[in-house]
Every structure is written in structure tokens, then in C-alpha cells.
């Protein structure tokens, strides 16, 4: 059994686990299977709009394929979540992304 496989196994025990959905998008990403993977980051943000690390983690997987207007709202979206929660190693990370864009687009 994959990694994937294992996960899904672990979901159908606890289909709202939040890290268990973000896993298997990292596997997927892993397996160069990038628009499922940023799909379902994009829906674990919908169910779970305080999971704070698919935040950056979906902005860098936009970012890499050159979407960089919805990069900027995602990230945008995870520095507003990082501050509620006070967050702030992630709110550093997040706030890095956004520099990295201005600088690149400069």
C-alpha cells in the first residue's frame, strides 16, 4: 500500500482530519500530481478555513506555476488567519512569500 493509499485508509476513519487532507495533497504534489494537490488544498481552505499551513502551502504551489494574482490572495488570506491565531512563525513565512513576489515582480 502507497502513502496515499495509507491516508485515504486513516481518512475514511476521520474524514474531517484536517492534517491527514493536507498529507495527501503533499503526497500528490510529491508525485507530480500538482492540479489535484492544489484542488484539494483549495477545498481543505474551504472546509477548514483555519488550517493555517495549507495557506502557504498552496501559495508556494501557485506561485510556482506562475499564478501569481491567486498566490497573492491566498497568502493574503493566511497572513489575516496567521495574525488571529498570533501566529507568528507562519506569519514570518507567509510575509516572506509576499516579499518574495514584490521583489521578483519589481
Known amino acids: 500500500m502507497n502513502r496515499i493509499e495509507e491516508l485515504n485508509k486513516m481518512l475514511l476513519k476521520d474524514p474531517k482530519d484536517s492534517f491527514l487532507k493536507y498529507a495527501v495533497a503533499i503526497e500528490l ?7 489535484e494537490a492544489i484542488n484539494n488544498l483549495k477545498q481543505l481552505i474551504i472546509e477548514d478555513a ?3 499551513a495549507s495557506y502557504y502551502q498552496l501559495g508556494i504551489w501557485l ?3 506562475n499564478e501569481i494574482e491567486e498566490c497573492r490572495l491566498i497568502i493574503n488570506k493566511g497572513i489575516d488567519i496567521a495574525i488571529e491565531q498570533k501566529n507568528h ?3 514570518r513565512e507567509l510575509k516572506e512569500v509576499i516579499n518574495q513576489l514584490d521583489f521578483e515582480n519589481e
Open 89 to 91: 512563525k507562519t506569519l
Open 63 to 65: 506561485k510556482e506555476i
Open 29 to 35: 504534489y510529491k508525485l507530480s500530481n500538482k492540479k
Open 50 to 52: 483555519n488550517y493555517l
